[in-house]
């Protein structure tokens, strides 16, 4: 309950709102103490705003040592300790404030990182205890969601892609092409599956547990054309086994990552399908998939 005498709840989509003081189902405010360690820039400014707007309780300390972080954040009981550092500090500085937490009975609150964090560090950072990275330029939006995720036993996290569902390679004509992949290579032709929507004719090649798609265009409108037109044969996409389609997608365009396909739509062997623009994944043409009868129908 805030000073205003109301109370917060969250909506369908995970946001903060507020009943009046008869409301019947009350929730605290989710608390995040951010800590910005020996760091120039905004980032740690700009995640802090951003939490404010998402509707948590933000406390901020600037340069403060690991030991009065951890008093800090017993005391003020926080959900969360967001620990921000653009100066190398990191790896000392991020151990050592899991380390004082543990001494002061601290250890169930959990600490993410951001700032500067070159990506060969993150592995050890997460061995030593820390939740999650969210390197320079990550979101305060999938900040947001990520901590009411791991703070909220109602919210479900959306469980990571499963695998790599498949690779799909553009050719000029499957006939032409497959007998590399089935008498050289000694893949499996498991089927070969017209989709008139996406004008296209696509060959599946199994390989362990994913597969190779051939991509014929179907006519001079197709994708598939337009593609190897552009820039020839080869691959095309990189497809992911996800669950809750339709979830994600929404959790996508809440974070701010720029989509192809706002909804899922049918794809081939009974899956539903979207595609992600390949200037949010630098370059790369993203497919999400989930397939209605199981990931190997």
């Given amino acids: 309950m805030n000073e205003m005498g109301r109370l917060y709840i969250r909506d369908e989509f995970g946001d903060n709102f507020t009943l009046s003081e008869g409301g019947t189902e009350e929730m605290k405010k989710i608390s995040v103490l951010i800590a910005k360690l020996q760091s120039d820039g905004n980032d740690a400014l700009e995640i802090s ?41 990191h790896h000392t500085s991020f151990p050592q404030v899991t380390a004082e937490l543990n001494k002061q009975g601290g250890q169930h609150i959990p600490v993410i990182g951001g700032g500067r964090i070159p990506s060969e560090d993150i592995p050890s950072l997460l061995e030593q205890g820390i939740k999650r990275i969210f390197p320079s330029g990550s979101s305060p939006t999938s900040l947001g969601t990520y901590i009411q995720e791991l703070v909220d036993p109602q919210q479900t996290p959306l469980a990571k892609p499963e695998k790599i569902a498949h690779i799909g390679i553009a050719v000029k004509s499957i006939d032409e092409t497959l007998a590399f992949y089935t008498n050289i290579l000694g893949l499996e032709l498991e089927a070969v599956e017209k989709v008139e929507s996406e004008g296209v004719k696509v060959a599946f090649l199994k390989i ?28 095309h996409h990189l ?43 630098h370059g790369v043409l993203l497919e999400v998939c989930q397939h209605m009868g199981g990931a190997d129908e």
């Fill in 239 to 281: 497809a992911l086994e996800v669950d809750q389609i339709d979830k994600r997608l929404e959790r996508y365009k809440r974070a701010g990552v720029r989509l192809i396909n706002e909804e899922a739509k049918q794809g081939a062997h009974n899956s539903q399908i979207a595609f992600i623009h390949p200037k949010a994944s």
């Fill in 208 to 235: 362990g547990e994913s597969r190779i798609e051939l991509l014929e265009p179907l006519h001079e409108t197709s994708p598939i054309k337009r593609f190897i037109d552009k820039r020839g044969e080869g691959i």
């Fill in 49 to 89: 705003q951003g939490l404010r707007d998402y509707g948590m309780n933000v406390i901020e300390m600037h340069h403060p040592t690991p030991v009065q972080i951890a008093e800090e954040a017993t005391q003020k009981g926080v959900d969360v300790i967001g620990l921000f550092s653009t100066s190398g500090t």
